[in-house]
């Protein structure tokens, strides 16, 4: 059982490139999500999705896609790449349910520079 | 909006202080709080908090709701240097959707223990 798994773990990019940040769960939960997370400032929200077919934009969307097409991939688009999306960002997953709901399993994240 | 606010940012203890995290909110449709412990990676879940005064305890961590307050505590007693971490506090709401999800994050506090 391997939970929720990232990749790439590290990524340098230059200004304008694209890349797709890769988010896979085997514990068939419903809800998946993607953060970042900036020194002191706690996780920001970029995307969710409650279920495959369906997303919706967090706090900070600009300059991310995502798309959810399977329940257990929710992959991450950054396209054109700024300086501003230099971060490290986090995938995480939970259920529904009263005693589960809330829980996330974060993924162990992926520290992008933006250069 | 909703917000989550935690406090201090950061604290500098020795080992063997006893600490107390703080963590107020306003949160529309409250459904829980919960504790994440965050070292260098992903955040780990400690507690899930949804009555007020009872308390939940694992080990040496401890952790009560106030709901008529609007507030949460996470004490750490006989402090070790591995407490060192970040620890998130969040805010779930019953209804999903907007730009905040369902679960709101505080900034964290910055724990670091001393020999």
């Known amino acids: 059982n391997a939970g929720v798994t990232q990749t790439p773990k590290f990524r340098i990019l230059k200004i304008g490139q694209s890349m797709t940040l890769q988010c896979a769960q085997d514990?068939?939960?419903?809800?998946m999500y993607w953060y970042r997370q900036d020194p002191g400032m706690g996780l920001k929200l970029i995307y969710y999705?409650?279920?495959?077919?369906?997303?919706d934009k967090g706090e900070v969307p600009n300059g991310y896609n995502v798309s959810r097409s399977t329940t257990e991939d929710f992959p991450l688009r950054l396209e054109l790449a700024a300086p501003s999306q230099t971060s490290v960002y986090f995938c995480?997953?939970?259920?529904?349910?009263?005693?589960?709901?809330?829980?996330?399993?974060f993924g162990a994240g992926s520290r992008l520079t933006v250069l | 909006e909703d917000k989550v606010v935690q406090s201090p940012l950061s604290l500098v203890v020795h080992e063997g202080d006893t600490v107390t995290l703080n963590c107020s909110y306003e949160?529309?449709?409250?459904?829980?709080l919960l504790w994440y412990k965050q070292e260098k990676k992903a955040p780990t879940f400690l507690f899930m908090l949804?009555?007020?005064?009872i308390e939940k305890k694992s080990g040496r961590l401890s952790s009560i709701l106030d709901k008529k307050e609007l507030f949460s505590i996470l004490n750490i007693t006989a402090t070790q240097t591995g407490d060192s971490a970040i620890y998130l506090c969040?805010?779930?709401?019953?209804?999903?959707?907007?730009?905040?999800?369902?679960?709101?994050f505080g900034k964290g506090t910055k724990l670091s223990v001393k020999p």
């Open positions: 949804t009555s007020s005064g």
């Open positions: 995480a997953s939970s259920t529904e349910g009263q005693s589960g709901a809330n829980v996330l399993t």
């Open positions: 949160v529309t449709n409250f459904r829980s």
């Open positions: 514990m068939n939960h419903n809800y």
């Open positions: 969040a805010v779930g709401r019953r209804n999903y959707g907007g730009s905040q999800g369902n679960l709101i």
């Open positions: 999705s409650v279920g495959a077919g369906i997303t």
